[in-house]
């Protein structure tokens, strides 16, 4: 009986790459793509646009990263006020023996802690909007340029082609 090969593992790699030459083939691209007017792109332009942008978010996540720094260390002082009042609060409320005078402070108390507690809440919101703010400007001054200068590569590049870019 005759033995049977595989067809496909009867072939020699060599013969098949013997012709191949990368620099042949970038010489042929090149050829081929010189036919055709193509702009040329400022790479070391393209690169620094891009440095610039991630330079801003780098700007704007700092921002936004002290700010939260910021709001968490007021949270925590307005905790340690909150305890520090709650335990004077305690005390006075202990020595008072009278039952209507117990039950006037408490009154009190709870209006000066609500409206404590609305002051507190309405500057950590401040902290927030202008932290927020910061680092939103920063990326908004970033995204103008950077479309200021996307604009100039485009004039650039039309000037050096000779024809118009599309709009």
Do not use: C, W
Not at 9 to 38: L, R
Not at 88 to 99: A, C, D, M, R
Not at 132 to 156: D, G, M, P, Q, Y
């Amino acid at each position: 009986m005759a033995k049977q090969t595989n067809p496909f593992m009867n072939f020699d790699v060599t013969k098949i790459f013997a012709d191949f030459d990368p620099a042949k083939m970038a010489d042929e691209f090149t050829k081929m793509t010189g036919q055709f007017n193509m702009p040329v792109f400022n790479m070391d332009a393209m690169m620094a646009n891009q440095r610039k942008n991630i330079e801003a978010l780098t700007a704007a996540n700092k921002a936004a990263v002290e700010g939260m720094q910021m709001v968490a260390a007021r949270q925590a002082e307005i905790l340690q006020e909150s305890l520090d009042e709650a335990t004077k609060i305690v005390t006075e409320l202990s020595k008072s023996g009278n039952p209507q005078d117990v039950a006037g402070k408490h009154v009190d108390l709870y209006t000066e802690s609500f409206e404590k507690a609305l002051v507190n809440m309405r500057e950590l919101a401040d902290m927030i909007t202008e932290s927020s703010t910061v680092s939103t400007k920063l990326v908004n001054e970033r995204f103008n340029e950077s479309l200021s200068e996307i604009k100039a590569a485009a004039t650039t590049v039309t000037k050096t082609t000779g024809k118009k870019a599309d709009k």
